[in-house]
């Protein structure tokens, strides 16, 4: 509600008041990250179930309700959205290019994140999802940076695909349901015969798989977070990918659980090829947001790899990797954000030496590569770990494979951070002034958090698990 109202007063701020626009985006991105904050610790992990729910009637012919709540699924990806959202507003102080309606659409893209996350309605689980899509297209043309205009098209065009799937999955369920209820909890308990679970689940994979970068799927993806802004960035890469795979656990799998067993073989294949395929095509980059774009291909592909296990630690690390890696990625795209507005250039080539330039704004990117490559006592290490481990279990080969290919993501990790930030340095950016206190602390919250996490991951896979353990138990 707060970011609606957020986007509301937006909306009426003059145009000339750039400076107000920017207050107003900030104060209430901090109202959604308190609120995010509060709702996190008000849940109540023994009780578990669907918690702070409303359900209302809204069109009594075709049984769609106004159904919100949260979970230990959704609610770490709300407050995942909140960081994300407070850290990249906070990140784009200095914009000065039609300030309002950047910020504007920024408040509309991240209000369809929340209504998917929060909604238990498949009718506005559509609906919020496609709020979400629409308003990267203009954030990249008109914001963006290298090949914008083709980013942001191809970006468009395989979504909007992905939606092409996604409406006849949730259309196909609703009839076969007897055309009465879009409620996630009805369905599930009218459940559906296998035959119609196999052809549901396979759409709404391919549909929501498309925005997890699943692959062959994939490659609006880097093309994307290269010619985003950064802030766009950091929310494409860090909520809204993590809305895909979120759409297969809580739609494909919860109602097609044997479509899930039929189709989790070839899950697990294409989930392995991603993680190496995203390493190996890593390796071989020399500009720094598609290191981040393929890296986070490999990423994602471990997420879909510990939902094919359809085991608690599987699920229980995949949800927790979606988390960690999406503050991970806000922190690098928001640390080469820094690095590109200073010297106006992403290649590796180009850059070196930069720690003795500026050595705080390259510990961001720093810390965000030891993340990436699952160094412990960050987020990521148990996410990984948990998915390794029931991967391996689970499909020994492909678990192999898996860690394999994370072995690969540490080689080209280490490789970016020694050429662009040791080595001899480039004396063009020797005049470069490091980052300021006041934007420094974004991505210094983005590294609390990935550390605080890392230290206590207690605190997040007790609210996952409450969620997961009963989900697993109904598969």
Request: hydrophobic share 55%; net charge neutral.
């Amino acid at each position: 509600m707060s970011t609606i109202v957020g986007l509301l007063v937006i909306l009426c701020i003059p145009d000339d008041r750039p400076k107000l626009v920017k207050q107003v985006s900030f104060i209430f991105a901090a109202i959604g990250l308190v609120l995010a904050l509060w709702l996190y610790q008000a849940y109540d992990v023994q009780k578990g179930g669907l918690q702070f729910a409303e359900r209302y009637l809204w069109v009594k012919s075709l049984g769609i309700y106004w159904f919100n709540g949260v979970d230990g699924i959704n609610l770490p990806m709300i407050l995942l959205t909140a960081v994300v959202l407070f850290t990249g507003v906070w990140t784009m102080w200095d914009l000065e290019v039609r300030v309002k309606e950047f910020f504007a659409l920024i408040y509309l893209l991240v209000a369809g994140v929340y209504g998917v996350f929060m909604s238990m309605d498949l009718f506005w689980i559509f609906v919020w999802y496609d709020v979400s899509l629409f308003p990267m297209y203009p954030l990249i043309a008109i914001w963006g940076g290298t090949r914008k205009e083709y980013g942001a098209m191809k970006l468009t065009l395989y979504l909007l695909a992905g939606s092409a799937f996604i409406l006849p999955g949730i259309l196909y369920l609703w009839a076969s349901a007897g055309g009465v209820t879009f409620d996630l909890f009805e369905l599930q308990r009218i459940g559906f015969s296998p035959f119609v679970q196999k052809v549901a689940f396979v759409m709404l994979y391919i549909g929501f798989g498309i925005l997890a970068a699943v692959w062959p799927f994939h490659t609006w993806s880097p093309v994307g977070h290269v010619a985003a802004p950064t802030a766009v960035s950091m929310i494409h890469a860090g909520v809204l990918m993590k809305l895909g795979a979120y759409g297969i656990l809580r739609l494909g799998m919860t109602l097609c659980p044997e479509g899930l067993v039929y189709w989790a073989d070839l899950m697990a294949l294409l989930a392995t090829i991603a993680i190496v395929y995203g390493a190996l095509v890593g390796l071989a980059q020399t500009d720094l947001k598609y290191v981040i774009g393929y890296s986070s291909v490999s990423h994602m592909g471990m997420v879909g790899l510990g939902l094919s296990t359809m085991t608690v630690n599987g699920i229980n690390g995949a949800v927790f990797q979606m988390f960690a890696h999406g503050v991970m990625t806000a922190l690098f795209f928001s640390s080469v954000g820094y690095i590109y507005d200073r010297t106006h250039t992403k290649m590796i080539p180009d850059l070196g030496g930069l720690s003795r330039t500026m050595p705080v704004a390259s510990s961001f990117f720093i810390i965000a590569a030891f993340a990436g490559i699952g160094v412990p006592c960050m987020a990521s290490f148990w996410a990984e770990l948990m998915v390794f481990v029931a991967a391996v279990k689970t499909y020994p080969v492909r678990g192999i494979l898996a860690v394999t290919g994370l072995v690969v993501s540490a080689l080209f990790m280490l490789r970016v951070v020694q050429k662009t930030f040791y080595g001899e340095r480039n004396e063009r950016w020797a005049h470069i002034p490091d980052v300021p206190l006041f934007l420094a602390a974004p991505r210094i919250i983005l590294v609390g958090i990935i550390l605080f996490f890392g230290m206590f991951p207690k605190l997040m896979l007790d609210v996952i698990q409450s969620a997961v353990v009963p989900f697993v138990g109904n598969l």
